[in-house]
């Protein structure tokens, strides 16, 4: 059962942008509007931060941005502050595997 | 406020078996899907199982198809995992997410998790 493609880490400075990306299939992340992100503290709940591609969640700051190109999703998070420092999961509906999640992406912050 | 809340968690031998519940309010359970997500000890997320808002449907990862068994009690508000021939490779935080449709489809929100080991 592949997992969803995430880079293993990127990271970003204070006030700076970073974007962290998701590919799937035709079968997945490019066919349906069900992908989502997650913030991820260790020993903690993991967070709804998009859904729907774009979509905010209720108390989820506007950094916080998603989009879709083709088999591929995109989280954008703006004017980085300390506190964003976690793992990032995207997740998919997939016709095929029912839900997939991405491997996971460690954001440093500088 | 929705609260999802895991029990049944434990130390446990290898080829045994264990009940996994989660005990949901703050919403009706009894309108949504409910899925099981895992993560073992440094890796990352996982997806186990789902089971439709009426219990019509469910769906497993390959990883644990024919081993494990989700189930739910809309009469109760809970959810089930029941895990069986466990190996060393099923050692995770099991945690209990909703799934944000009636059917499968992404969670939204999700409890705080269960640690279940697998040692002999």
């Known amino acids: 059962q592949s997992a969803l493609t995430q880079p293993r880490s990127v990271s970003g400075s204070p006030g700076q942008s970073v974007t962290i990306s998701c590919t799937g299939s035709?079968?997945?992340?490019?066919?349906?509007?069900?992908v989502s992100w997650y913030q991820h503290h260790p020993g903690k709940a993991p967070k709804l931060m998009l859904y729907d591609v774009d979509k905010r969640p209720s108390g989820i700051p506007d950094r916080f941005s998603g989009s879709r190109s083709g088999n591929t999703a995109s989280l954008t998070i703006s004017g980085l502050q300390a506190e964003d420092e976690a793992d990032y999961y995207c997740c998919s509906y997939s016709i095929i595997y029912s839900i997939l999640f991405g491997g996971g992406t460690k954001l440093t912050v500088l | 406020q929705v609260q999802l809340v895991e029990s049944g968690g434990g130390v446990v031998q290898p080829g045994r078996s264990l009940r996994l519940s989660c005990a949901a309010s703050?919403?009706?359970?009894?309108?949504?899907?409910m899925n099981w997500v895992r993560q073992a000890p440094g890796k990352g997320l996982e997806w186990v199982a789902v089971i439709s808002y009426d219990a019509s449907n469910e769906y497993y990862a390959d990883s644990v198809k024919g081993r494990f068994s989700i189930s739910r009690d809309n009469s109760k508000n809970t959810l089930y995992l029941q895990v069986n021939s466990l190996r060393t490779e099923d050692t995770a935080v099991y945690f209990c997410a909703r799934g944000e449709c009636s059917t499968s489809c992404p969670p939204d929100y999700w409890g705080q998790g269960t640690l279940v080991t697998v040692s002999s």
């Open positions: 035709s079968s997945d992340v490019g066919a349906y509007t069900y």
């Open positions: 703050g919403f009706r359970f009894s309108d949504y899907a």
